[in-house]
């Protein structure tokens, strides 16, 4: 049985693939990608920024065309991954470059919170997984990622997906992703895949610097709750009941609903048997990194999601600087109006930018490794 971190052992020669991989101009070997299960470009976003072309992503949610492709030069195939064939993805990889084949499928059926019940939706999420697995099989690309929630690793699933990778190198392991700069609590699986060793093929954490809430957010201006900044529409703040603005003028950055006058606790908070979740209605803390990004995590209810200082919940842009992406980065059309539950789930469920990086920077590094000195030049 394959447990994460385990490296299995080589089986292709890689020299077989050398004479593709220098770019005349460029002198470094050229990787070209498709991201299944892309959104709206969290994973496409950070393969980029560290040095990968993203030929193409695919995701069923017409709701992730605008911000995939608004923010990364990258086709938006509107599919179901099941409905795909290899042959289908080959014309987004550039021609001579090695093929990666990257992806994170839905989360949501593996999750603590999602083990009960709805077991139909399930086995078909679960589906999901293998139809990555076939897509390996039948485009065979020199390098595969995936990402997903730790809880994955405990399922038959990820055995049978890592039965797909026979002839690969495979590593995964559990990333804390606020190890490697995302000013984050966010715990993921992460699988790397090569055909061309098993050298350099893992994330380290080491040499990168943590990133604090005050690092990531604190630049941007002040808004109340309900509120929409006029340059920035993403920059809006849920708005807050009488009682909640109450609540959140007596929270103190890193405390709890423990720290109110029990009249402002909620009746299950009032109960000594009601200690369950001390962390809803908390306040971020500035010097700190936040909780895990969620899909809920513009309601100041729904979890440590109270901004450090000011009397609100977080903004959704400030959501999405907390996943890493750029403050720039384009989620809603000019004039459109801001849903929040539409947009938190898409920014909730997006993979950190930084991390698509860091597996970008791990998947060059080996590739240069793999070759070394032999690799010729063309
Ligand atoms: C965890 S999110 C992926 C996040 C994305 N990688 C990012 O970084 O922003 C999973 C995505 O899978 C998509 N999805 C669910 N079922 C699908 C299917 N059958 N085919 C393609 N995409 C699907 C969802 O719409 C959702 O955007």
């Known amino acids: 049985m394959t447990r994460p971190d385990d490296v299995m052992p080589p089986k292709l020669d890689s020299g077989a693939l050398a004479p593709t991989l220098w770019s005349t101009e460029e002198q470094r070997p050229r990787i070209s990608a498709v991201d299944l299960f892309c959104g709206v470009g969290g994973l496409t976003h950070g393969l980029v920024q560290g040095g990968i072309r993203v030929g193409a992503g695919v995701d069923i949610d017409p709701a992730c065309r605008y911000p995939f492709e608004a923010n990364n ?52 999420d679960w589906q999901l997984v293998l139809g990555f697995g076939r897509l390996v099989q039948e485009l065979e690309p020199e390098l595969v ?29 559990v990333v804390e992703c606020s190890t490697i700069g995302v000013p984050q609590s966010r715990r993921r699986l992460v699988l790397l895949a090569s055909k061309l060793g098993s050298e350099g093929l893992r994330l380290s954490s080491g040499e990168y610097v943590k990133r604090t809430v005050r690092e990531t957010i604190s630049g941007l201006p002040p808004i109340e709750a309900g509120e929409q900044h006029a340059r920035d529409p993403l920059h809006t703040a849920s708005t807050l009941s009488p009682l ?54 513009f309601g100041y209810g729904n979890g440590r999601f ?8 977080i903004s959704l842009r400030e959501a999405a600087m907390l996943q890493t992406f750029p403050e720039g980065y384009k989620f809603v059309r000019s004039g459109e109006k801001i849903q929040f539950s539409r947009l938190g789930r898409l920014i909730g469920n ?29």
């Not at 030069?73 to 001579?96: M, R």
Request: with cysteine; glycine share 6%.
């Open 244 to 297: 909640n603005m109450k609540r959140i003028k007596a929270s103190r950055p890193g405390g709890t609903w423990r720290d109110w006058e029990p009249e402002l606790r909620a009746a299950c908070h009032r109960k000594e048997s009601g200690a369950t979740y001390p962390s809803v209605y908390g306040r971020m803390e500035w010097d700190a990194i936040a909780p895990t990004i969620t899909t809920q995590c």
């Open 306 to 313: 109270g901004h450090p200082e000011q009397d609100r919940a």
């Open 350 to 378: 997006a993979v950190p930018v930084r991390l698509g990086k860091v597996i970008a920077e791990t998947l060059t590094s080996h590739v240069k490794k793999s070759f070394g000195q032999e690799l010729p030049q063309a």
């Open 73 to 124: 030069s990258a086709t938006f195939i509107e599919k179901d991954v099941n409905q795909l064939s290899g042959n289908d993805l080959l014309q987004y990889f550039a021609p001579g470059d090695l093929k990666l084949l990257a992806g994170c499928a839905p989360c949501q059926p593996f999750s603590t919170y999602s083990r009960s019940g709805r077991s139909k939706k399930r086995e078909l």
């Open 145 to 173: 990622t995936m990402e997903n929630v730790p809880q994955l690793a405990d399922h038959a699933v990820f055995q049978d997906f890592v039965k797909y990778l026979d002839g690969y190198h495979v590593w995964s392991s």
